[in-house]
């Protein structure tokens, strides 16, 4: 692959949901989620069920990636908080290890922004932390597992997936 | 830039459709999305202009079962082909695994493709990628127009590097599913040289 893949394991994505499980409960988020840059889901917590999240995570990452662009032309390196305020439902996010964002989604009548801002930071260390490890477990290259993962798939096994398409 | 999830035993793939604008980019996305199994897909996005055309990107997240125990995932974006959304198109390719450049048979728009071709290319450098060995696959598209341009002059034009290449109409849904999953194939067999 030209770029770095990207590899989660059992370990680091405990933790990330760990954290963002706490950060819900302090912050009293509904919903928070750790995606990539690129708009892929790392790990959420909190009511998930009401939202599509595989949805929201490339339209975060769209936003995020358009205002960065913004941020380039008026000369900053880059945007490292958002906001989105609506009538009852908020959304929060911040960069985290500079290619992961933090999304919090919550209700202005249960908590208020200052206090999400307040317990997101907090949180951002210990995310950062796993991620990071996350990363560079991934570049160190190949799988922790020590065998080449996928390397018996063959043509077949691709045909099959589009059999039912 | 493939993401593997150890903890949710998932692949998950970027691909691209690239091309000039009205080449048909969002319908091959329309008729995928009509054509797949409830379970198998999510929401098709498209942030478009009032006039359809594409804004910013159409998004499709697809699921194609599992191999090895893992489940495949491919998450297709396109991108504006106006010209003026440049700034749009390159963000899009950020983490590509694979591209669609889908051309516009028509001979009037071989312009058109040309340029975007250059485009994709100088994009693709400047997210890093070396764009003569990303994965690709092309798509002669709007081959039911009668003025449609001989496939041996667009493949001379647009295909030096000699990728797998696909005839459609895609709005019939023709070549549709067969480009998908060529490129599909040629992701999936750099995930298992990776890995
Ligand atoms: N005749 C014909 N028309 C097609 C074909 N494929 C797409 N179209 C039509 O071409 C027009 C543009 O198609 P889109 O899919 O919106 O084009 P696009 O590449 O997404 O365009 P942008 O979003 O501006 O980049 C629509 O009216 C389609 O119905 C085809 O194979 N044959
Ligand atoms: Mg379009």
């Given at each position: 692959m030209p770029l770095a893949d990207f590899v989660l394991y059992e370990e680091e994505y405990g933790k990330v949901e760990a954290e963002l499980t706490a950060l819900c409960r302090d912050a009293r988020i509904t919903t928070a989620a750790v995606i990539d840059k690129n708009g892929q889901i790392i790990a959420t917590a909190g009511e998930?069920?009401?939202?599509d999240a595989t949805s929201l995570a490339s339209l975060a990452a769209g936003d995020v990636a358009a205002a960065n662009g913004m941020a380039a032309l008026i000369?900053?390196?880059?945007?490292s908080v958002f906001f989105h305020e609506g009538q009852r439902d908020c959304i929060y996010m911040s960069l985290l290890a500079g290619r992961f964002i933090l999304i919090a989604i919550f209700d202005k009548k249960v908590t208020s922004l200052g206090m999400v801002r307040l317990k997101a930071n907090k949180a951002t260390e210990a995310l950062a932390s796993a991620l990071t490890s996350a990363s560079s477990k991934s570049e160190s290259g190949k799988n922790a597992v020590g065998e080449p993962l996928f390397a018996d798939i063959t043509s077949e096994d691709i045909d099959r997936l589009f059999g039912q398409t | 830039m493939s993401f593997i999830n150890f903890s949710s035993r998932e692949i998950n793939c970027k691909i691209v459709y690239y091309g000039p604008g009205l080449c048909g980019k969002t319908t091959n996305l329309q008729h995928i999305y009509g054509k797949t199994a409830a379970d198998r897909k999510g929401k098709l996005i498209s942030l478009a202009t009032?006039?359809?055309?594409?804004?910013f990107f159409d998004f499709l997240p697809l699921s194609l079962g599992a191999i090895k125990g893992f489940n495949v995932r491919f998450h297709l974006y396109t991108v504006p082909?106006?010209?003026?959304y440049a700034a749009s198109r390159k963000l899009i390719l950020k983490g590509v695994d694979g591209i669609v450049f889908t051309a516009d048979s028509q001979i009037e728009r071989m312009d058109a493709n040309l340029e975007s071709m250059d485009d994709m290319r100088l994009n693709l450098a400047a997210q890093g990628y070396d764009p003569e060995k990303i994965p690709m696959t092309i798509q002669y598209n709007k081959r039911d127009l009668p003025g449609a341009a001989p496939l041996v002059e667009m493949n001379r034009l647009l295909n030096p590097g000699g990728h797998t290449w696909y005839q459609a109409v895609a709005v019939e849904g023709v070549g549709v599913f067969e480009t998908l999953k060529d490129i599909v194939k040629k992701v999936l067999a750099e995930v298992r040289n990776s890995y």
């Open positions: 998930t069920r009401r939202i000369g900053e390196t880059e945007f | 009032e006039t359809e055309r594409t804004l082909g106006q010209v003026f």
